[in-house]
Nanobody, 123 residues
Framework: VQLQAFGGGLVQAGGSLRLTCVAS????????MGWYRQAPGHERELVAL???????MYADSVKDRFTISRDNAKNTVYLEMTSLEPEDTAAYYC??????????????????WGQGTLVTVSS
């Protein structure tokens, strides 16, 4: 299983970016998907989650500015970021909980991380 994230870049304050993360490999089902971020010298923090039902959840710091969505047919999660602020500068990591069959044929759920994609917001 691999999560491939892309879409980061350099943008001026007030600008927008769209992050994309695609899950590939062998799995039965994708459950929750989401985005975390980690700024230099800070711990990794949750940005947004989207449940398998499509219900979104956001950190207070990004509410009304970021929108998370998913396309289950494409095994993809998106993060639309608007009104970006210098404080949003960080490496953004996608995450997903996936169900797979273990060697004994039993279903098990595991969490996976993508590689970070860097978002830099200049003032």
């Amino acid at each position: 299983v691999q999560l491939q994230a892309f879409g980061g870049g350099l943008v001026q304050a007030g600008g927008s970016l769209r992050l994309t993360c695609v899950a590939s490999g062998t799995f039965v089902r994708i459950h929750d998907m989401g985005w975390y971020r980690q700024a230099p010298g800070h711990e990794r923090e949750l940005v947004a989650l989207v449940l398998v039902t499509g219900r979104p959840m956001y950190a207070d710091s990004v509410k009304d500015r970021f929108t998370i969505s998913r396309d289950n047919a494409k095994n993809t999660v998106y993060l639309e970021m608007t009104s970006l602020e210098p404080e949003d500068t960080a490496a953004y990591y996608c995450t997903a909980n996936l169900s797979r069959l273990d060697p004994n044929g039993r279903l098990r759920e595991d969490g996976f991380w993508g590689q970070g994609t860097l978002v830099t917001v200049s003032s």
